[in-house]
Structure formats: structure tokens, C-alpha cells
């Protein structure tokens, strides 16, 4: 990836210099504009993209101070590296506030252009890749939401007066359904399918039903309709009324009539005689699990005519968890809720077994896999980079009987061990990206809860982790690395003391005074005196 660079200096000879000195190809980025003032770049970012500016600090209408609070304000994923000269070093550190990546000293030097450049390039590349990440992960859900409201609702058909409201929240808020169990109204409506002028739906293609489905919208005039089964050619739907203060009567017009649509539709496209029947309507989504299980499943009667196969018979029927599953399956999403991934294969390979040894239907394991992987999704762990396998819901589909999904499984979720910090592993690559990011963000605050978020860990998990594998605390690293880091620089004569404590994030030049000590023995004058090395003139 090339990245879009503009150089700015008022003086000529240097923004040439800079151009002409510097092999920026190499470096991954290429040179879009040359220009001697902040205001010119302003203009340019009016109509152009632009991914780094390296700007001088002092210029005539714009300075660079000025151009870096307009980027952070306007373009906040542009990055900026000013120059500045030694007597300009406190502009330098105000700028720093507008999230100016680097700077550099004037005379500038090749080796110094090109070490800050290779730190910028690879920063970018982390948020591009981190920003593609985010929108696969945005995708996976999407495409993971329909069958995650499907099997909630299917379940909760089957047996919702046995689960806990408090889990179907939860589970309501996982399939992005914006309703709660007490105040949203919600029906179950039949959708029966039969052949153009046939009173039997056996003729239809599995294809075409599926093709019938996929012309109902799952939302529309504020109402959500979830397909949960499909039998003997008939479709069953929960609709559900996003509007709190809608009367049921208009609640149920309105799902009628957006339903007669469809079944129209479905004749003109399909050539499908559909029909559409509200077989219930409930005051809240925990009405319908206490009462639903009857209205999915009815009973056949002698005096009537034979109904269709029941649909908690059916193929596509919901799977009744056994007690033992439903307890490892909370505590696996416990653990990865509390970001102890380490923890997760034992309950997983326990769970698959009981439902193996049960018979569960492959369907049923694959959508409490589709769950699980959702949720391991939506705490912003990149999968595809922490394991190196690629994660969709097509993935899951396509794993055939259980050894496939015991193998597939396991091997996700020993990747996820090793990243969280495995005790039988090296260092965990969590802890490589933490020290990484300390060590490029010394004159920031750093925070243990900030940097778990980086690296997808809880802040109690990570801590644990990092202890573990590094032998102190996070806080204790963190310090230690900003005194070895103010070791180097008080080792340059040119920079002040205060100035120092303030690149290696302190600001209180007392307390710096006291962390050097306590680290050192020396306070930072005593150090200075004792260790300076002049540069060769």
C-alpha cells in the first residue's frame, strides 16, 4: 500500500530537498503535493485525500501548529510530522495535543526521516488493516443476524416458559433486535405455499420456497419479520412490533397488509399460490414464550381434518438443550465475555460431547456455533488475524457431522489460548502488542484499561497474562520503559529536563524528578552529569 504524502516548507529549497533526498517510494508513500504554506495544504484537503503531511512548524499565513489543529478538527485520519528547530521545541509539544504522530529536528537527518517514516507507514497499515477488519466484522454480522434471530425465536417457541428472561435479553440485544420481552407486542403467522392451482404444496421446489422467503423484508412500517421454520411447505414467521405505544389492532392491520403485499409478489415472480394467516397475536415477546410452544406445534384432532407434520417434528425443528448443555454454553459465553478465551476449550469439547452423545441434529450445533462465534465477533477480536482461519457463516455451514466441527472448533480456539496468553506458550502475542504499544505511546497517558482494549483482553484477564509472562506488574512496565526511554534523551544536551519528562509522558516535572530516582538512584541532573555523550561536531 502506498500511502499520499505532502510536503510542506516556505522555503523552497527544503521542500525540494526533502522530495529529491528522501526515496519515498521505497518507503511506501508518494509525493502528491509540494507546497509553502499551511493554508495551500487546507485548500488541497478541500479536494483531495491525503494520508501524511510533513509540514515545517513555523510558516507565514498557516503555521504548522495551526495546520495540525485543522487536521485533527476537519481530516482526523491524516497523520502529521512536524520540523521544527531546537529553540522551537515547546511548539513542538503543544502540537503534540493535535495527535502530531512525530517530529523531527532541523538539520533534519536521512537516517531520522526514515526510522519516523517506517513507524508512520506501519501505523497506517495497523489502522487499515484495523478499519477492514472492523467492516468484515460488520459483514460476518449481517449475514450471522438472520440465523441468530431464527434460532432464538425458534427456541423460544419450543420452550421459552423454561429459559430466563434475563438471557433473552441478552440474546435479543446479540441478534440486534431493538424490542424488550415486556413491551412489544409480537404475532405468529403462517405462510402456506402450494403450486398455482393445487391444493397441495408438495410440488414446490425446496428452491422456490426458499426464493418465497428471501421476498420478505426483515423489517418494515417499524415491524420485524423473523422466518423461524419452514414445514411441509408452510413458513412460519414471528412479527414483532418495534413501536411501543402502537394499539395491537393497528399493529396487526399493519403486519396484514405488508404480508398480502408479499404473497402477491410471491404469485407475479413465482407462480405460487400463498397465503397468509395469523395463527396468534401476544401482548409481549414473554407472552409468547410462556404460550408459544402450544401455537408452534399443535396437536392433530380426529374430528378435523389430518393437519401437516407438526413442526417440532419437522426437520427444521428447534433442538431442546438438555440442562447440562444449556449450563456449559453460559459458561462459555461467560468466558468470553470476561476475555478468558483460555478457558473456553474445556466447556467447548464437554458441550459438543453431551451433544453428540444426545444425537442433537447437526443444524442445532451449528446455530449455538453460529452464536457463540457471533458473540466472540462482537468484542472485536479479529478472528481471521488471531487464528489465521478464515471465519464466516458459510465456514460453519459447511462443516460436516461432528468431527469436522470438533476439529474446526478446536483448532479456533487454541489459536485463541495462544493469543490470550497460553501458560504452555511463549510470549502471548497480546503481550508483544502491549509492549508494542507502550512503546510507541510513552508521552501519552497509558492505561491498563485502555491498552486490554487494544489487545481484546478484559483489564483483569490481561493483567494476570501479562504478570504471568513478564514477571511485574503492567503499571511497573510501563514505568520502567519511560525511564529507559528518558535515559536516552537525557543522554542529548539539547533537551531541557522538563522537556525530557514531558516526551516520556510526565508533566508534573516533580513527580518525574521522583520516578527517575526510584528507578535510578540518580535524579536526572545527577544522570546527566554522569553519563552525557556529545555528538561529533
Known amino acids: 500500500m502506498t500511502y499520499r504524502l505532502v510536503i510542506v516548507d516556505d522555503e523552497e529549497h527544503i521542500r525540494e530537498g526533502l522530495n529529491d533526498l528522501v526515496d519515498w517510494q521505497s518507503l511506501g508513500f508518494r509525493v502528491v503535493a509540494k507546497l509553502e504554506d499551511g493554508k495551500q495544504v487546507i ?47 515547546d511548539l513542538v509539544k503543544q502540537a503534540m495535543n493535535y495527535n502530531v504522530v512525530n517530529y523531527l529536528l532541523k538539520p533534519t537527518k536521512l537516517p531520522d526521516i526514515r526510522a519516523v517514516f517506517q ?101 418494515s412500517d417499524d415491524i420485524m419479520y ?15 412490533d418495534l413501536k411501543r405505544d402502537r394499539e395491537p389492532s393497528a399493529f396487526r392491520t399493519s403486519a396484514t397488509a405488508y404480508l398480502q403485499t408479499v404473497t402477491q409478489r410471491i404469485k407475479a415472480v413465482l407462480g405460487i399460490d400463498a397465503t397468509a394467516e395469523t395463527i396468534r397475536v401476544y401482548d409481549h415477546i414473554e407472552h409468547l414464550m410462556k404460550s408459544g410452544s402450544a401455537d408452534f406445534a399443535p396437536r392433530t384432532n380426529a374430528a378435523r381434518e389430518p393437519e401437516q407434520e407438526p413442526v417440532s417434528q419437522a426437520a427444521d425443528a428447534p433442538y431442546r438443550e438438555s440442562p447440562q448443555q444449556a449450563e456449559l454454553r453460559r459458561k462459555l459465553f461467560a468466558y468470553v465475555q470476561a476475555g478468558n478465551f483460555s478457558a473456553l476449550a474445556e466447556p467447548f469439547e464437554q458441550w459438543l460431547r453431551l451433544m453428540e452423545q444426545d444425537h442433537a441434529p447437526l443444524p442445532a450445533v451449528k446455530n449455538r456455533l453460529v452464536e457463540l462465534f457471533s458473540a466472540l465477533s462482537g468484542t472485536g477480536l479479529p478472528l481471521e ?29 487454541a489459536d485463541l489460548a495462544a493469543f490470550a496468553g497460553d501458560e504452555h506458550s511463549g510470549e502471548p502475542a497480546a503481550v508483544r502488542l502491549a509492549k508494542e504499544y507502550v512503546a510507541q505511546h510513552l508521552d501519552k497517558d497509558i492505561t491498563l484499561e485502555g491498552v486490554s482494549a487494544i489487545v481484546y483482553l478484559s483489564p483483569d484477564y490481561f493483567s ?58 540518580y535524579t536526572p541532573s545527577e544522570y546527566r552529569r554522569k553519563s552525557v555523550i556529545l555528538e561529533p561536531q
Open 464 to 521: 494476570r497474562v501479562f504478570k504471568q509472562h513478564c514477571g511485574i506488574t503492567f503499571t511497573d512496565y510501563v514505568t520502567q520503559a519511560r525511564i529507559r526511554k528518558a535515559m536516552d534523551y537525557l543522554r542529548d544536551p539539547r533537551f531541557k529536563i522538563y522537556e525530557v519528562g514531558t516526551a516520556v509522558g510526565y508533566r508534573n516535572t516533580k513527580y518525574f524528578y521522583k520516578q527517575f530516582k526510584k528507578q535510578t538512584g
Open 385 to 413: 488475524k488471531v487464528t489465521n482461519h478464515p471465519f464466516n457463516y458459510e465456514t460453519i455451514l459447511r462443516l460436516n457431522g461432528y468431527s469436522d466441527i470438533r476439529r474446526w472448533g478446536s483448532d479456533i480456539l
Open 119 to 219: 513507524e508512520v507507514k506501519k501505523k497506517l497499515d495497523d489502522e487499515r488493516e484495523a478499519k477492514e477488519r472492523f467492516l468484515r466484522v460488520l459483514e460476518q454480522n449481517r449475514e450471522l443476524k438472520p440465523e441468530i434471530r431464527k434460532r432464538l425465536f425458534r427456541d423460544l417457541l419450543a420452550g421459552g416458559q423454561q429459559m430466563d428472561v434475563l438471557e433473552v435479553e441478552k440474546q435479543l440485544r446479540l441478534a440486534d433486535v431493538p424490542a424488550d420481552t415486556r413491551s412489544h407486542a409480537c404475532a405468529l403467522v403462517r405462510l402456506s405455499l402450494a403450486s398455482s392451482g393445487s391444493a397441495s404444496s408438495d410440488a414446490i421446489e425446496p428452491a422456490s420456497v426458499e426464493a418465497a422467503v428471501g421476498m420478505i423484508h426483515s423489517e
Open 226 to 240: 423473523i422466518p423461524v421454520a419452514v414445514s411441509s411447505g408452510n413458513v412460519y414467521l414471528v412479527t414483532i
Open 43 to 89: 485548500d488541497l484537503l478541500k479536494t483531495t485525500e491525503v494520508d501524511i503531511i510533513l509540514s515545517d512548524i513555523k510558516m507565514s499565513v498557516v503555521s504548522g501548529l495551526e495546520l495540525a489543529q485543522y487536521v485533527q478538527q476537519h481530516h482526523p485520519e491524516t497523520k502529521i510530522v512536524l520540523i521544527s528547530g531546537y529553540k522551537e521545541f
